[in-house]
Structure formats: C-alpha cells, structure tokens
C-alpha cells in the first residue's frame, strides 16, 4: 500500500508525513509514544475503514451526546437561518434522522 501513496500523484506528499510499521500493532505503538496519547486513528490501507484506539472511542462516545445537543439545538438552526430556512420547520426531521442512524 505504502508504493502505491510514494507513487500516487494525487497525494505526492503523504508519505514524507507518514510512517510504514510492520504491523497494526507496531503502529499503534509508535502512535502512542510519538503524540503522548492513548487517543489515536490508524490508517491501515483498507479502504473506507479506520482503526481508532478504544482511549478514543471511549471519549468519541462520551463526548457524543454534547455534541449533538449542541448541533441540534445550535448549529445547525443557524446554518438554516444563514441560508434563510426556518429551523422550526426542519430541525425536527434532522434530529429524528440523526436518532434513527
């Protein structure tokens, strides 16, 4: 996979900013020494996919309600507003499509 992101065009600069491991586990690893923190994302080459420690999960799913909340109840009712939409009128459909997924 590394070859393919050396060689890719697209992405011409991707791999002076990242590190090939021997395995899953070794990257994980370093990923923990080199930032300090259990709270990492690894990219493995499978496509849409991501391996993200449980320290980050665990805090993903903690800090999930917040912010909901807060595009529900914040965010979200203004970017209608800006574009002259009625949040009345459609926060309650996304709110329920949120819920569902």
Partial sequence: MADLFYNCPQNSEFMSHALVA?????GIRFAYRATGTKK???FDGAREGINASHALIDFLLKKAPEITKEIEQELFPKWLR???I????????????????
Avoid: M, N
């Fill in 40 to 42: 990492v994302i690894i």
């Fill in 82 to 84: 800006q574009r002259g």
């Fill in 86 to 101: 009625s949040p009345t009128s459609q926060t309650s459909k996304v709110t329920e499509a949120i819920r569902r997924t």
């Fill in 22 to 26: 021997d395995s899953l586990d070794a």
